[in-house]
């Protein structure tokens, strides 16, 4: 069966073709979100959601690009969404415990687990240090870097799934390295 026949069957709510499209493509999602959100039941939470999207939105998919391009992209929108709404929540807990409010912060919620295969650190402190550093960079690097270094997408897929040029993405992903450098260099300077 040919992409647009696949596809065709998606948009005609076709069971069969909507457990195809999972088979295909619940591990990679789930790796992905993984790669941004370290913690199982988040990540699963948010795969789950790429899907739900994935199946109200497939009658417009235009199709100028692949399906899995798609949904990379559905994928890593869905997970910077997840990160700026975590973000929002921890600052306003913040706030409240400034003002006297005695809410716990936790900030170790975000890095509970750290099983993700494309992640070689020698331990959970490394890790979540790591991650903390690239979840500081703008969006646009930090989407740049996790799905190149963490997936191991090459910068044509990147390109695809972020609709911009392959030398955007290399200037990002220059731009991303320079810039966990300098976080990871003052995190270890203010740490030893």
């Given amino acids: 069966m040919s992409e647009n026949e696949f596809i065709a069957e998606l948009r005609n709510h076709n069971a069969n073709a909507y457990g195809k499209l999972l088979d ?7 790796a992905t979100c993984l790669s941004f959100v370290p913690n199982k039941e988040d990540a699963e939470d948010i795969a789950q ?10 009658g417009k998919f235009k199709g100028n690009s692949k399906l899995s391009t798609w949904i ?22 913040f706030l409240q415990s400034i003002m006297g409010n005695d809410i716990p912060i936790d900030k170790t919620s975000y890095f509970t687990e750290m099983n993700h295969p494309g992640i070689i650190l020698e ?11 690239i979840n500081q ?7 740049i870097f996790t799905l190149h ?3 191991g997408k090459s910068y044509q897929e990147i390109s695809a799934i972020t609709e911009k040029s392959v030398s955007s993405v290399e ?20 740490n030893s």
Avoid: W
């Avoid at 960079?137 to 989407?143: C, E, M, R, S």
């Fill in 149 to 151: 270094k963490v997936d």
């Fill in 24 to 30: 295909q493509f619940q591990q990679k999602v789930f």
């Fill in 123 to 133: 331990n959970k402190e490394n890790s979540e240090v790591l991650f903390h550093a």
């Fill in 72 to 93: 990379y992209r559905i994928t890593t929108n869905k997970c910077l969404e997840f990160i700026r709404k975590r973000n929002t929540k921890k600052r306003f807990g």
């Fill in 137 to 143: 960079l703008p969006d646009a690097q930090k989407v």
């Fill in 171 to 190: 200037s990002l992903m220059f731009r991303a390295k320079k810039n966990l450098q300098k976080l990871l260099s003052n995190f270890y300077k203010n």
């Fill in 49 to 58: 959601e790429v899907f739900v999207e994935v199946f109200k939105s497939i």
